[in-house]
């Protein structure tokens, strides 16, 4: 049995951007997240400390666009990746990140995974 957390269109304001205009006014990112969990046979009480709380993904994302502009999707990725993965139940991670707004004619993703 697999067990997964998923972390769907979970939109926030971002400053991120190599361009002028994306320097100076915070945009739309949209993340989709796939995180795979290490086998777990403990059979579960209905406790939140016998699973991996999924708020602490949404955390960690939020923290990380709080402290500093990134330039690229692709930095972003990789510094959520890496904080993900300090979290000793986690097997397997995919992470879409999204500009839906950047251009007018189509929308631009970055995904990073280890499958």
């Known amino acids: 049995m697999k067990h997964k957390i998923l972390i769907e269109q979970f939109e926030v ?3 991120i951007g190599v361009y002028e205009n994306e320097k100076r006014k915070k945009q ?9 969990l290490k086998k777990n ?3 579960l009480k209905d406790k939140l400390k016998e699973v991996t709380d999924y708020g602490q993904f949404r955390k960690i994302i939020l923290d990380k666009l709080d402290r500093k502009h990134y330039h690229l999707l692709e930095k972003l990725a990789q510094d ?3 904080e993900f993965f300090k979290i000793k139940t986690v097997e397997k991670i995919k992470i879409k990140i999204t500009k839906p707004d950047i ?13």
Not at 28 to 36: D, G
Not at 103 to 115: A, G, P, W
Request: charged residues 25%; negative net charge; glycine residues 0%.
């Open 13 to 15: 304001l971002a400053s």
């Open 41 to 43: 046979n403990a059979s």
């Open 103 to 115: 251009f007018d004619d189509c929308k631009v993703s970055f995904q990073i995974s280890n499958d």
């Open 28 to 36: 739309r990112i949209v993340f989709n997240i796939e995180i795979q």
């Open 80 to 82: 959520i990746y890496k």
